[in-house]
Each structure stands twice: as C-alpha cells, then as structure tokens.
C-alpha cells in the first residue's frame, strides 16, 4: 500500500461545483503539503500545514481551502470550482524530526473543471 | 527572489547516451537540493539529494548530481540512458531551516529514443 494516499486519482466536474481532494498518509509524518502541476508552471504550493492546528497559504491558495483533519488527513477542497483549476493535483508529508524536510508524494488527483 | 530554472524543456537522447539535466537556483540561504523524477501517470520519486558535504551525490536508478556553489547549480547527470528513464525531471530547493517549504522548477521532460 502507498505511504501517501490520494482521492480520487481522477475527477471531472463543472464550474461552479464543491469538491474535495484527499490525502492520508501512514508514514506519521507532521508536516503535510498540497500543490498543483501545471504543464510548464512545475508544481506551486497551494497550502501547507505543519501539524493539526496549523495551515498556512501557499503561493497560490486562492480559490482553495484546507482542512487537517488529523494528522493523517488533509484535504483540499475547491468551494466553487472554475476551468483554469483544472491541474494535476499533489499531495505531499514530511517529518520534521528528520530536520532534512525530504518530501514525499502521493500519485496525485487529475482534476477536470469543465 | 528564490527561484529555481531548469533552461531545458524538453530533452531526446538516444538510449545508451550520456544524459546531463541542468539546474540553476537562486536562494538567500544555504539550501537543500533535490532532484525527483515523474513517470507517466506517477507521482513523484525521490532521485537524489543534496543537504552539504561531498558536492557529488548518487542517487537511485544510477543517476548522479554534482553541487557547485559558484556556479548556483545542481546538474543531474546519468552516464548511459536506459528507455525507462523516459519521464519528466524537477529540480527542488528547500530551504535548511525556517519554514522548509520547497521551489520547484518548471521540470525537463526527457525522451529516449531506442
């Protein structure tokens, strides 16, 4: 089974729909990660969160909200999704008592806005 | 600004060449370098990393990277291309303290012709 753990893998929905993505990990790692891949752009943090009680924005968190709902759990949700969100979505935990900060990632979530 | 360039989009080598894939960062602080690989329809994959000491790192599936502070660069370099190296590249810098929230670079895809 994966460490990191993305759903759905795939999803397609309409403008102006609520989605949520999720992520959970067995790795017990504190820290947690949510970016997008564009073709071209790499990938850019959305919001991260450094244990339950903590989240911050990334550089491109708006039009997304987070919530962790442990510290296994964190999920992205778009509140009223548009086209230019379509992406390929990332998870990704590390561990801050390692102090290297290696990231590790989940399979991702193609997302679809139409 | 931080940033991290990869100047080459795309890259074709033939299989059993010699591949480099070239990395250029600008950062303030001392940084911890990271090379991850994207194969289709996977996440991503920790190659190699980069946190101080020897300036040439190996990495998993025969892959390589030498730091060169001077030159505020982090080449990845693999002597004899195999087909299944075929994927796209990232280049990450993380920061060694502070927030420890990576910049990526818009990535190299690489195609390997048989």
């Known amino acids: 089974d994966a460490d990191v753990t993305q759903t759905p893998r795939n999803r397609i929905t309409k403008t102006g729909k609520r989605i949520m993505l999720e992520c959970s990990q067995t790795?017990?790692?504190?820290?947690m990660y949510w970016y997008r891949q564009d073709p071209g752009l790499g990938l850019r943090l959305i919001y991260y969160?450094?244990?339950?009680?903590?989240?911050n924005k990334g550089e491109i968190s708006d039009g997304y909200s987070v919530s962790r709902q442990a510290q296994a759990k964190f999920s992205l949700s778009l509140e009223s999704a548009i086209p230019n969100q379509t992406a390929l979505y990332f998870c990704?935990?590390?561990?801050?008592?390692?102090?290297?900060?290696?990231?590790?990632f989940g399979a991702g979530t193609r997302l679809s806005v139409l | 600004a931080q940033s991290v360039t990869q100047p080459d989009i795309h890259i074709t080598v033939s299989e059993g060449a010699s591949l480099e894939l070239r990395c250029n960062y600008s950062?303030?602080?001392?940084?911890?370098l990271f090379w991850y690989v994207q194969s289709p329809g996977q996440g991503l994959q920790l190659l190699l990393k980069?946190?101080?000491?020897?300036?040439l790192v190996q990495g998993i599936k025969g892959f390589e990277a030498e730091f060169k502070r001077s030159q505020s660069s982090f080449n990845l370099r693999k002597p004899s291309v195999h087909w299944s190296d075929a994927a796209e590249y990232f280049c990450?810098?993380?920061?060694?303290?502070?927030?420890?929230?990576?910049?990526f670079g818009t990535g190299t895809r690489l195609k390997v012709l048989a």
């Open positions: 990450a810098v993380g920061a060694a303290s502070g927030t420890y929230k990576y910049i």
């Open positions: 980069y946190f101080s000491g020897d300036t």
């Open positions: 969160s450094f244990d339950v009680k903590d989240i």
């Open positions: 990704a935990t590390s561990d801050s008592a390692a102090l290297k900060n290696i990231q590790y």
């Open positions: 790795k017990g790692h504190d820290r």
């Open positions: 950062y303030g602080a001392t940084p911890y």
